[in-house]
């Protein structure tokens, strides 16, 4: 759901690769991460040494305390590491779809974004809570546009996936039996869970993977699915980074090679939520899990940029 002119972003062999994923505001998490990891001063300045990459696999907004100085933040790095020998690929997510088809007025896209934690993400922009309650989201777009004119066009510059060696980074996973032209330009990847990784089909030598295995891609760096701390599967082949279950934000540093077993892990605990969600059911989820991508790509369809202003 990238801008049209947002390709997947390539990270160079020879490159040193950091990833995140699912950050959902947690700024002071992420700035205390980087920070210890040396790629950043623990602020806005990019410090890292040339040839360094740093991966977030999606999820920056919605939830936590600030999702707006979040995506200015990774959006100011991402500009100084690309004009320091670096690299700050930043991939969308599901959250981001909802923000963007949410106050861009498809009403289940909308219903989703309240539903998980949305309201964080106008709180952070300036909005009080009677500005998006009860309000359209015609009225709710305007004001975001008022307070934050970057917020939305900063989000259609997230990327649709990114490749390093054999590694593939992506918000939610490879879905199975899709051509990559499909996979970059549908949703589903933003959203499949067990679908991928508690897969019976071994990714990447089953049938079901054979598109991803002959582009040469033969593990997986993704998120989405919450988990209590960094989750292998796929013998090493698959790794979750999500860790929200856990209430924490993982920093992880992945080592060239075979698998994803030698990647090593910081982590910090988050902030709680800006704002409690509604109770929400299991089947609830389920149902918007099926929904969504559909609508999305509809939505999308119809009013995704053609080009992206580059900052
Ligand atoms: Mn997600």
Known sequence: MAALDVPPIRIPDEFTVWAASDLHGQLGAVDRLLGAAGLTDGADRWTAPAGTAFVVT??????????????????????QAGH???LVAILEGNH???????????PE???????FGGGATLRSAGLRPDEW??????????RVDELAPDLVPTLWTFAPYARWRDVLFVHAGPVPFQDLDRFERSADRLWIRDGFFASP???????????????????????????DRPTLSHDGHALNLDTWRGQQVTLARLEPGPDLRNAAFRAEPVEPRAIA?????????????????ALVDAWVAVHRPSSVERR
């Not at 089909?201 to 997986?220: C, H, K, L, M, N």
């Open 58 to 79: 999606g999820d920056v907004v919605d939830r936590g305390p600030d999702s707006l100085r979040l995506v200015r933040r990774l959006a100011s790095l991402r500009a």
């Open 84 to 86: 320091a020998g670096g």
């Open 96 to 106: 981001e779809a909802q923000v963007l088809g949410g106050i861009g007025g498809e």
């Open 109 to 115: 896209i909308f219903r989703a974004l309240m539903t």
């Open 133 to 142: 309650k009860g309000r359209s989201s015609a009225e709710i777009a305007a």
């Open 201 to 227: 089909e071994p990714f990447p030598d089953a049938e079901s993977w054979a598109t991803y295995r002959r582009a040469g891609i033969s593990q997986v760096v993704f998120g989405h699915t919450p988990v």
């Open 277 to 293: 969600d509604d109770p929400v059911s299991a089947e609830e989820i389920r149902r918007f899990d099926a929904d969504l991508p």
